[in-house]
């Protein structure tokens, strides 16, 4: 266990999970961090390269993994959110035990706390200014398949920064300038992808934004 936690404000409860990587050499490297009273940092859980998963706060309690940022109208995400750290340096691939971990651990947060698919997100989308985690070697489209994430559908429209800058809002990024924005949607949704605003980046965040909006208190069709 950590002892780095606290109580959520204002009763609330968790209703978005938050996905790291630990940007460390070795998930033990990364435990004793998460338990380091004097690293006042910690996570839910920490899953191992084998898949390993490890209970390090209390999931009703709040723990310290998000930091200054937001989704939506949420600013104290810490608050309102379950933090899972992966194992990982940021630059390889994620083993295939720590998939399969983390699909389980997330079906079972997000039956418990009935949050939806489109409420789990990565460091890199709540604070894009100044975090790339999980990165640009998560799968987050096998997450989707599974149910435990969401993607957008293949379309393509005129690019619009203006749009696409209204579209990234509604579905949840905070506001930051527009080319830390495209930077940050491109990590999750299109990490290759590269150069001005096209009409791959403009299709799939109109998308994203038409199914999921952030504060509308449900998913469109």
Not at 127 to 146: Q, S, T
Not at 205 to 219: N, T
Request: net charge neutral; aromatic share 8%.
């Amino acid at each position: 266990m950590s002892p780095n936690f606290g109580e959520r404000r204002d009763g609330v409860s968790p209703d978005l999970v938050v996905l790291h990587y630990t940007a460390m050499p070795s998930c033990a490297a990364a435990l004793e961090r998460l338990c380091d009273p004097l690293a006042e940092v910690s996570a839910h859980y920490l899953i191992c390269e084998a898949g390993d998963v490890l209970a390090l706060v209390p999931e009703r309690a709040r723990a310290w993994h998000a930091g200054v940022g937001s989704w939506g109208a949420v600013t104290d995400v810490n608050s309102r959110s379950i933090g899972i750290e992966l194992a990982n340096d940021g630059l390889q691939p994620f083993a295939a035990p720590q998939m399969t971990a983390l699909e389980f651990l997330l079906g079972g947060i997000l039956a418990r706390w009935s949050i939806p698919p489109h409420r789990v997100i990565g460091h890199s989308d709540l604070a894009p200014a100044r975090k790339g985690d999980p990165g640009a070697r998560f799968d987050w489209r096998r997450l989707a398949r599974a149910g435990l994430s969401v993607w957008p559908d293949a379309r393509q429209d005129r690019p619009d920064p203006g749009g696409f800058v209204a579209a990234a809002r509604t579905f949840g990024y905070p506001d930051v300038p527009f080319d830390i924005l495209l930077r940050a949607v491109r990590l999750r949704f299109r990490p290759w992808g590269c150069g001005p605003l096209d009409a791959v980046d403009m299709g799939m965040m109109l998308d994203l934004s038409r199914r999921f909006p952030v504060d509308a208190g449900g998913v469109r069709p």
